[in-house]
T-cell receptor, first 109, second 115 residues
Framework: GQNIDQPTEMTATEGAIVQINCTYQ??????LFWYQQHAGEAPTFLSY??LDGLEEKGRFSSFLSRSKGYSYLLLKELQMKDSASYLC??????????WGAGTKLIIKP | GAVVSQHPSRVICKSGTSVKIECRSL??????MFWYRQFPKKSLMLMAT?????????EQGVEKDKFLINHASLTLSTLTVTSAHPEDSSFYIC???????????FGSGTQLSVL
């Protein structure tokens, strides 16, 4: 079967750095996405990786290793507004998006 | 950037009534739109894939007669929850993508509460 694993919950301190990991086993691979979702709102796009390596976008970076079936989302200079759920999703060989259960990130002052 | 509009954002209805949710892609054409359901503190659950001009593809366990999907044009898909019951109360989100290699854009979601 297809599976996406990410931690259920993480806690970090304002101003610090946090890394959210995602591992996947899917039938084929056509890209990996990270989305941010605040409570009661729809997800918003953060990043997209289709080749190995690091993609940096401001305070957020995302890394992909296709051979290891592994990605992480790195958040720097954490702000209170970064408290949200972070969803990892992979497009399989049929271009279907397979979603992880999400990681709830709690930021403490 | 691409925008997906979803309406209404919140619905409260009585048990047994039907509720229609609209999803529009505002600045791109979407031959395919997706309908998700999300329970509190849970991840997105794909309900169905809406295909313009043809029948929707439903995920296993989703009742097609309960959740009617119509994709009448390249910019509009509707989800109708028929004869709603309290267990249908949930957050419903639509999404669309300009192409297979593109990211998904999400509507703002509809919180349905069935009394």
């Amino acid at each position: 079967g297809q599976n996406i694993d990410q931690p259920t919950e993480m806690t970090a301190t304002e101003g610090a750095i946090v890394q959210i990991n995602c591992t996947y086993q899917t039938s084929g691979f056509n890209g990996l996405f990270w989305y941010q979702q605040h409570a009661g709102e729809a997800p918003t796009f953060l990043s997209y990786n289709v080749l190995d390596g690091l993609e940096e976008k401001g305070r957020f970076s995302s890394f992909l290793s296709r051979s290891k079936g592994y990605s992480y989302l790195l958040l720097k200079e954490l702000q209170m507004k970064d408290s949200a759920s972070y969803l990892c999703a992979v497009k399989d060989s049929n271009y279907q998006l397979i979603w992880g259960a999400g990681t709830k990130l709690i930021i403490k002052p | 950037g691409a925008v997906v509009s979803q309406h209404p954002s919140r619905v409260i209805c009585k048990s047994g009534t039907s509720v229609k949710i609209e999803c529009r892609s505002l600045d791109f054409q979407a031959t395919t739109m997706f309908w998700y359901r999300q329970f509190p503190k849970k991840s997105l659950m794909l309900m169905a894939t809406s295909n313009e001009g043809s029948k929707a593809t439903y995920e296993q366990g989703v009742e097609k007669d309960k959740f009617l999907i119509n994709h009448a044009s390249l910019t509009l898909s509707t989800l109708t929850v028929t004869s709603a019951h309290p267990e249908d109360s949930s957050f419903y989100i639509c999404s669309a993508s300009p192409g297979e290699w593109e990211k998904l854009f999400f509507g703002s979601g509809t919180q349905l509460s069935v009394l």
